[in-house]
């Protein structure tokens, strides 16, 4: 299977542990985002990398929340201290962008997603 | 405040006719608009998008009408299969200038199609 894969796809946790989720993209696709889905909510943006930089974060992405791509490659979302409001589906999407008149977007693929349970 | 609704949080079809899910959003800026698919315990699949300057856009069973001045979109499935049966999310793309296209996604709207 080619597609995105994310691992693992459920965590439990106590309030206030720290968890580590990562995400495997497409092989070619030079594009990553995190995304966070609450119950009865679509997916929210996260963060954006482009390779291995990191080149937005949201204002949901508070300081405990920290991510990584090192080498362009695989990333991780690392949740410090968690809370229970941390409790949601995180999910990473991958994509390339195409050569293209305006408007253009690109096409994002997504993980089955990690769900995590804060107790 | 959400940009993208959807107002319909679930629709029931029957096998062979057609599907109509609607879209409506707040933020003229948008410029693409894409339709995700999400079978339970899978994260969403792509099934079709429209950028801001069409109006209609096909593929196979699936059809997206997008109304700039409403700000409305819709989203035809003809004819409805029970393997359609899935949550839908209407998503906008806006190009941050920063590289990305992030997407704001609708609540969802939970299709049945009944045999």
């Known amino acids: 299977d080619t597609g995105v894969s994310q691992d693992p796809r459920h965590k439990i946790t106590k309030r206030g542990q720290n968890v580590t989720f990562r995400c495997d993209p497409i092989?070619?696709?030079?594009?990553l985002y995190w995304y966070r889905q609450t119950l009865g909510q679509g997916p929210e943006f996260l963060t954006y990398?482009?390779?291995?930089?990191?080149?937005?974060k949201s204002r949901l992405l508070s300081d405990r929340f920290s991510a990584e791509r090192p080498k362009g490659s695989f990333s991780t979302l690392e949740i410090q201290r968690t809370e229970q409001g941390d409790s949601a589906m995180y999910l990473c999407?991958?994509?390339?962008?195409?050569?293209?008149?305006?408007?253009?977007?690109?096409?994002?693929?997504f993980g089955p997603g990690t769900r995590l349970t804060v107790l | 405040d959400q940009q993208v609704k959807q107002n319909s949080p679930s629709l029931s079809v029957q096998e062979g006719r057609i599907s109509i899910l609607n879209c409506d959003y707040t933020?003229?800026?948008?410029?693409?608009f894409l339709w995700y698919k999400k079978y339970p315990a899978e994260g969403p699949t792509f099934l079709i998008s429209?950028?801001?300057?069409?109006d209609k856009n096909e593929d196979g069973r699936f059809t997206v009408f997008l109304n700039k001045s409403a700000k409305h979109l819709s989203l035809h499935i003809v004819p409805s299969q029970p393997g359609d049966s899935a949550v839908y999310f209407c998503?906008?793309?806006?190009?941050?200038?920063?590289?990305?296209?992030?997407?704001?996604f609708g609540k969802g709207t939970k299709l049945s199609v009944i045999p």
């Open positions: 999407a991958s994509s390339i962008r195409l050569a293209g008149p305006y408007p253009s977007t690109d096409t994002q693929y």
């Open positions: 998503a906008a793309s806006l190009y941050s200038g920063a590289g990305s296209y992030q997407l704001t």
């Open positions: 990398f482009q390779n291995e930089a990191q080149l937005e």
């Open positions: 092989s070619e696709h030079n594009r």
């Open positions: 933020n003229s800026m948008f410029d693409y």
């Open positions: 429209i950028s801001s300057i069409k």
